[in-house]
């Protein structure tokens, strides 16, 4: 299993920004496609974004397209979501998540399919 520490979570104003960061260690971060799921109090886990293990491949959950963008460094073993014009309703716990695949161009957005899971970090936007 990877390991995956998330940071970058913070308390903001309807419109700004924040870019959350997810260090993954223990296994060759190349082989595992990312994603970002988030849950809000009294909702179920959802999928905001994912890569594949290339970076050519993402996938956006439809609320988001536009305004979040998810890319990987390879290099540095980290997967980042870029999170702009940043809503109420995006109030949540994010998590990072990591999926083993064959794929390098492809990959699931299914939450059964990722192995590994970080803690969550907590994303408040004031209105």
């Known amino acids: 299993q990877v390991q995956l520490v998330e940071s970058g979570g913070g308390l903001v104003q309807a419109g700004d920004s924040l870019r959350l960061s997810c260090a993954a260690s223990?296994?060759?971060?190349?082989?595992?496609?990312m994603g970002w799921f988030r849950q809000a109090p009294g909702k179920e886990r959802e999928c905001v974004a994912v890569i594949s293990r290339s970076g050519s491949s993402t996938y956006y959950l439809e609320s988001v397209k536009g305004r979040f963008s998810i890319s990987r460094d390879n290099a540095k073993n980290t997967v980042y979501l870029q999170m702009n014009s940043l809503k109420p309703e995006d109030t949540a716990v994010y998590y990072c998540a990591a999926q083993e695949t064959y794929y390098t161009r492809s990959a699931s957005t299914n939450s059964k399919d990722f192995g590994s899971w970080g803690q969550g970090t907590q994303v408040t936007v004031s209105s």
């Open positions: 223990g296994r060759t971060f190349s082989l595992y496609a």
